[in-house]
């Protein structure tokens, strides 16, 4: 009789488990990472366009695109000319991207962030009259995509350089 008793605890052990095991199997299997991450220009600015997996059905994520940037400014004459070539700065600085993106059914996100330049009111250069301030080169370096919600990362080694100082 103790032993009967012994194998039924046991048998209503093992199903215990079993169903846990059956209702938590696609939290343990969630494993989250870029299964793509690429990088694009528009003008001065830079996308990155990824798919993120393995987040389970409807996680909500916040994904930060971060990078450090030189950009030179120079004073822009009428004729798209810069008539003095000391009449230039550069400015170094950080750029953040950040948004909230919601997996579907199959545990994955699709999206694009977007760093854009530092603006020409943001570097306390100034030019004399009858020439404009212009960005006219900036190289991006130090390019990560992280998803502060899951931990996944995926860093772009190399810098990226637009334009050209005149």
Avoid at 133 to 138: A, P, R
Wanted: net charge neutral; charged share 10%.
């Amino acid at each position: 009789m103790p032993m009967r008793m012994c194998l039924r605890a046991l048998g209503t052990a093992l199903a215990a488990l079993f169903a846990l095991l059956l209702s938590t199997g696609p939290a343990l299997a969630d494993s989250p990472h870029f299964v793509s991450a690429s990088l694009s220009t528009s003008g001065f600015g830079l996308t990155a366009t990824f798919k993120e997996a393995g987040l389970g059905s409807g996680t909500t994520v916040t994904i930060t695109l971060n990078a450090s940037y030189d950009a030179v400014f120079q004073c822009i004459n009428g004729g798209r000319k810069n008539p003095s070539a000391s009449n230039k700065t550069t400015i170094s600085g950080d750029a953040t991207a950040s948004g909230q993106f919601t997996s579907g059914k199959n545990g994955n996100v699709n999206g694009s962030l977007t760093l854009s330049a530092p603006s020409a009111d943001s570097n306390g250069f100034s030019c004399p009259k009858g020439q404009t301030e212009t960005l006219t080169q900036i190289t991006w370096s130090d390019v990560s995509l992280v998803d502060a919600t899951s931990g996944a990362s995926e860093t772009f080694p190399g810098t990226w350089t637009f334009g050209q100082a005149l």
